[in-house]
C-alpha cells in the first residue's frame, strides 16, 4: 500500500560546498495495508528524513514514494504525523488541539467537537478536555498529538519517536495503548525509534538502518502473536528479536558513536564468531 | 476554592497600583512642604490648576493634540512594525542582515536626531507623529522578528502534515504562536511613541501638551506642569495596563490566571 523505491537524499550543493552529505541511500520498502513498520537506526541515520520523505516535508532527492501505487510529492491528507518534539499548541485546550486538523479541513464544529472527544476519550483522556498542555504530564501531551493525528482518520500515520522524551516505563505503557490503538483504527503506521525492545514490542516488521548513508541493512519479521502487551517483554521470543537487532546494530552504534576503531579488531573477532555474520 | 485561588493574585494585581496613589500623593505633599510651594506645586495647587485646564479647555485641547499626533505614530509603528518584524522572523538571512542596524537605532538616543526631523518635516502634527513613529517602531519591529524567529520549527511541521493553507497557518498557527510577544512590542512601542510624540511637543511645536508643559517649565509654573503631567502619566499608565491585560487574555497559561485545577504530574 505505502511503497518506498530507492528513495535517496543528500543534501548540499554538489560541488559549491564540498560535496554532499548522503542522508539515505537506495532506501526500498514495501509496506502492506495495515502493518505496523518500525523503522530502527543509531542516531543521526536519517530515519527522521525518511519520515518526513514520506510525509512530505522534505523531497527525496532521488527515488519516488507510492501510495495505493500513486506517485506522491509533499503533504497528503492520507497521511498523519507525530513528533518527538513538543507539537501541541500551548494556545489551545487538549481538545482544541484534537480539534485543530478537523476545523482546518473543513469539518463543522459540531462534528469536530464529537470526533475530538470520542478520540481523547480513546487516549484515556477523557477529563482532560479543557486543560491546556502546561497543565497536562509530558506522556498526556504526546497523547494529546497522537489523538490530534489520528482523528483525521489518515490511512498512513508516520511516527518519529513519539515516546522518546518520556521515561522507559511510560515509554513502554503509552505503547501498549498504541497498540490497542491501531488494532480498533487498523492504519498502517511506520514507527521510528532507537529503542530495540520498542521495536520489538510493537512491529509486525522492524526495518533496521545503518548508519550514514541510512540503508535498510536488514527486515525482520515479528512474529509474537497478537495482540501484545508488555508481558512479552523479557519472554525468549522477545529477547531473541531484541538480541537479533542489537548483532545487527551494534558496529552501526560503534560507528556512530566515533568508537569502531577502538575495537575494531575485537568487533571483527566478535563478527568472525556470529554464526550469523553481520553484514 | 478555586475561584479564589485564581482571582485573589488577580486582584492584588489591580489593586495594589490604586494603593500606591494615596501614597504617593502623600510623597508629594510632603516635599512640596518641604522644599517650599513656589519650587514644588502641592497637590491640591496641581488640582486647582487642573479644574482650571478642565473648565477653560486648554487642558483637554492639548491633550488632544498629542492624543492625535501618538495614535498616528503609534497606528504607524504597529503596522510597519509588525509586517517588518515577520518579514525579518521568517528569512535567517535577513535577519543577520538588518537585526545589528535594528538593535543600533533602538538603543540611540533618539533626541539627539530631532534637529534632523524639524528641519525636513517641519512644525506639527507631521513632525510630532514622525518623530512618535521613530521611537516606536523598533521595538515592535525587534518584538516581532523575535517571536517570528523562537517559533518552533515543529508547528510549522505540524501545519504542512495537516495541509493547512497559507491562510490557515497564518490564522492558525503563526499569528496565536507570536501574538503574546507581538502585544508585549506594541506595550513598549506605545510608550515609546508617546514619549517621541511629547519630546516632539516640548522641543518644537505650535502646541499640545508637551509645548504647554515646556512653557510652564520655563516660567516655573509648576502647578500647571504638574496638571498637564499627571492626566499624562493616567493616559500612559491605564493604556499600558491594557496591553498588558491584552497580554495576558493571549498568553498559553492563562489557564492559571482563570484559576483552573494546577499542574497534573504523571499519565493518568
Known sequence: MLELVDVCKHYGSTESDGGTVQALQDVSLSVKEGEFVSIIGSSGCGKSTLLEIVAGLVPASTGELRIHGERVDGPNPRVGMVFQEESTFPWLTAQANVEFGLRAAGVSRVAATKQAREMLHLVGLHGFENHYPDQLSGGMRQRVAIARALVTRPEVILMDEPFGALDEQTRIVLGEELLRLWQGTGSTVLFVTHSLSEAAMLADRIAVLSSRPGRIIELIEVTLPRPRSSEIIGTPAFTAITGQLWKHLQREARRSAGLEDVRAQQQTAEADSLTLGAS | MHALHGGFPALRRGLFPLLL????????????????????????????????????????????????????????????????????????????????LLLAVYAIPKVTLFPLFLFFLGFGLMVESAFGFFHGFFPVAIFTMNAVAAMPATYMKVARVTNLNRWQTFRMVMLPATLPHVVNGLRFGFSLTFLGVVLAEMFASPGGSGKLIASAVAINDTARMLALVVPLVVIALLINGGFLWLHGRLSPQRAFRQGATGTLVGGS
Not at chain 2, 41 to 48: E, K, T
Open chain 2, 21 to 100: 496613589i494615596p501614597l504617593l500623593l502623600a510623597v508629594w505633599q510632603v516635599l512640596a512642604s518641604v522644599v517650599g510651594e513656589t519650587t514644588l506645586a502641592s497637590p491640591y495647587m496641581a488640582f486647582v490648576e487642573l479644574v482650571d485646564g478642565l473648565s477653560q479647555g486648554w487642558l483637554l485641547g492639548s491633550l488632544l493634540v498629542t492624543m492625535h499626533a501618538t495614535t498616528v505614530g503609534f497606528g504607524l509603528a504597529a503596522v510597519s512594525g509588525v509586517w517588518a518584524g515577520s518579514l525579518l522572523g521568517v528569512s535567517r538571512f535577513w535577519r543577520e542582515v538588518w537585526e545589528p
